[in-house]
């Protein structure tokens, strides 16, 4: 098949309620296997040059129609690329974030087709950074454009910022938003980074969850001790740091921190019903993941558990002998790795004191118990239901896949939308082109053509309909 | 100090009660000096030429004095060095144990003289092998001699069998047993690879633990797990271990796996009264080790759980990330490395059992547990104090050392004894050169040069007594 051919509007696809076209689609798919030839992998020390040369590319591609002040703004690292069209003054300003960088493509061998050579087989566009997030950073300003043709005299300001530091943890970007705080500001950001349920059932996310990180040390003897000599008179460490992960959570299910759930805010019946709307398929869950059987918080469903629940996973543990055969020590020393996953509105600094002062309180005599920072800390984040933006973004996902979205949560994080509220007071949506399918940060990443072409059209009435809905300029958290 | 050159008695050494002079002091020193000069490293593939030497220079050794039937034995590896002086027709027989290998002597560093250069500083003899088990093949054959020059018709027969296998966990020493049974044959083994509690106390161990060794995997998800997505639904396969391996005690140091402690002989209150007569100093221990509190099973003193208890330790835990910074993710497996100490009568075969049997019975229904063998078995030993080697060996020790020895057990594993008994149904006594301080297996390791000349008097003045104690011919297991 030859990309981009097809015309809109798309199969499956309802033509635009507004009576206006997209008119972007050969190019849109064009432009996109472009930019995915650009090989911007921000973790790669090889792949610094590429990662500007794609911030480069894309400050051209803005250049083409009709936005102003295209700029690369230099961070600590790599440029922002910054656009923005502000010819509705007094009127609301929206942001559409999104980022140029891509995860690096290894292993190669396991590439149906070059990662970097974009490839179009059944309607999937093949490549790295396909989905994560060209095809989303295009869809918005195809959208944007289109949304600009068809409103000559525009009722909302756009801005654009692409980030080229997504894939390494964004370390640049809370210092550029507060130094830009004023060029920045917006009403709503509107993340391009996001994702659809599947290529005909759109969803969107009303919650993310935050997470905090900590490392537990159990220290015994000075040195590993011979179990022959010293076995029995001495606590072991490894088990000493056992009890005291086991004692984290009672058997059922619930974590046994005292105070952990305190902050955590209940969800509603709406919330609970719009989440049971959600299909899931035990078996199929099992079957995918492996396990014989789920586990979890009683009194809730596996989705809800994942989605509105707070959690707390050991990500690693070692201690003692692990090579081969045995070795008849009482180890030194065991150490954990441990993670929890937080919903609104647990804090991520005082969970980890609240799980340092229950081991502290739990610790044998034995041993001396120690913890240390995790390196990982994100604030939960959750977009009111009923906040204005919502109604307007479920009802064009609605009328673009013909299909009312789910409205979900993710058990991810993702802390830059927490960014923008903290530092623009600006809450934030997520639109996107990829999907639960589309492989991100594995081999054979893709992007559906349809999810392309339809989520630009998204964009498009998104904004057509935004200006008259959100607020004068202003935060409206 | 000229090695070698202190004249017998030694300071502190009670003059041999049966009016006969060990008259070996020089010569004993010089030969040891000469024997550490052989790295004789049985692990050591560099070194198998040298573990030969050793073996053909302890050969000669034997063939300088009255012994008889000098002979290298193969074995599936390196020779046994034997040889026998068969006098006594129709009296009983002692079999003289030791080896000749040495553990590496890495890392070199830490050495202050050269590990096979050795040097005499303060009365201790330095060097790879000192104590482990040169000082003791040599003082056991200087013994030997002593007593035959004295005895020119002795009342008992006496063999030598020295292996070079034993620091490498005496792999064909079995076999060769069983292979040379008659030839072997004997009433009483004496090993001259034991030690003295200190340098002028001594010891006398009637006891062994044994040990079992098992692996616990727990599987979970087919691959790590992103936590964001699946945490709260899936059973985190570390933290099931953890709890797995939590359940494997009481809280109160008592083992909870159910049958564990059914083969355990309840130690006599003899048994108890002579391990309280040994010195105990918890302060000076917890220094040592470097552990905040002793811990074990109630009931029992910290020396008791280290001699007469069985315990189980976790000797090695991994799964999951371990490398820097935070990976969050549920991991797909989680493993743990155990052994047990086993006392009279657990058997090694039966206590893996158990414990799988209680690992299969606790594990959750969400991970996969299985159990693998451990590499490691070895029945608990105890030579009954009643026997009546025990007193003639206590007395001896009494007499040259001028205080009455402990009785005390070991908590370690010394399976060539449980050999001796299975295979040539002869119980074993524990004489040696070595002291707890010799640094065995470690840098620096010395034997004190008084402790060599004490010990080859023991062994002589021992070969002396037990002729008129031991039984005609036979089993006196």
Chains 1, 2 share one sequence.
């Not at 999104?98 to 490839?119: C, K, N, T």
């Not at 974590?255 to 299909?279: H, K, N, Q």
């Not at 240390?372 to 307007?392: E, I, M, N, S």
């Amino acid at each position: 098949m030859t990309p981009g051919r097809r015309p809109l509007p798309i199969e499956g696809m309802n033509p635009p309620a507004d009576g206006w076209s997209l008119g972007a689609g050969p190019q849109l798919i064009e432009d996109l296997m472009a930019f995915v030839r650009i090989p911007s992998q921000s973790a790669t020390p090889d792949r610094q040059p590429d990662v500007l040369r794609a911030a480069a590319w894309l400050a051209d591609r803005l250049r083409r129609r009709p936005f102003d002040h295209v700029a690369l703004m230099p961070t600590a690292r790599h440029p922002v690329v910054y656009a923005d069209c502000l010819r509705a003054p007094g009127r609301p300003t929206v942001l559409i974030y999104g980022h140029y960088d891509v995860q690096p493509p290894e292993p190669l061998a396991l590439w149906q087709s070059p990662p970097f050579e974009p490839a179009i087989r059944d309607g999937k566009l093949f490549g790295r950074g396909a989905a994560d997030d060209k095809g989303g950073v295009l869809a918005a300003i195809a959208g944007a454009e289109a949304y600009l043709a068809a409103h000559p005299q525009p009722d909302l300001n756009l801005r654009f910022c692409f980030e080229g530091e997504e894939e390494i943890g964004s370390p640049s970007i809370r210092a550029f938003l507060q130094a830009h705080r004023d060029q920045l500001a917006c009403d709503l950001v509107v993340s391009a980074d996001g994702a659809q349920w599947s290529e005909r059932q759109p969803e969107l996310i009303l919650g993310l969850r935050g997470g905090c990180a900590l490392e537990i040390h159990v220290e015994g003897p000075r040195t590993d001790l011979h179990s022959g000599t010293y076995g029995g008179s001495i606590l072991n460490p490894i088990e000493a740091l056992a009890r005291l992960l086991a004692s984290l959570r009672h058997p059922d299910g619930r974590i046994a921190v005292e105070g952990f759930y305190d902050g955590v805010a209940e969800a509603s019946a709406f919330d609970r019903a719009e989440i049971a709307r959600v299909p899931f398929d035990e078996a199929a869950y099992r079957a995918e993941t492996g396990v014989p059987a789920l586990h979890g918080e009683p009194g809730f469903s596996p989705v809800e558990r994942c989605w509105i629940r707070p959690t707390l996973e050991i990500n690693g543990i070692w201690g003692g002998h692990t090579g081969g055969g045995p070795k008849t020590i009482i180890p030194a020393s065991a150490h954990a790795k441990l993670t929890c996953r937080l919903v609104p509105d647990q804090d991520p600094v005082r969970i980890p004191e609240l799980i340092e002062r229950h081991l502290l309180r739990h610790a044998p005599a034995g041993v001396r118990v120690s913890v240390t920072p995790g390196g990982f800390a994100a604030k939960p984040y959750r977009l009111a239901a009923d906040h204005p933006a919502v109604a307007v973004a479920a009802g064009v996902l609605r009328e673009v896949f013909g299909v009312a979205p789910y409205l979900t949560r993710s058990g991810g994080s993702v802390p830059i939308l927490m960014t923008f509220l903290e530092v623009l007071q600006a809450p934030s949506l997520m639109y996107g082109a990829a999907t639960e399918d589309s492989q991100l940060h594995a081999p054979n990443e893709f992007v559906y053509e349809s999810c392309v072409h339809r989520t630009a059209q998204c964009f498009a009435l998104l904004l057509a309909r935004l200006g008259g809905t959100l607020a004068a300029p202003g935060p409206v958290a």
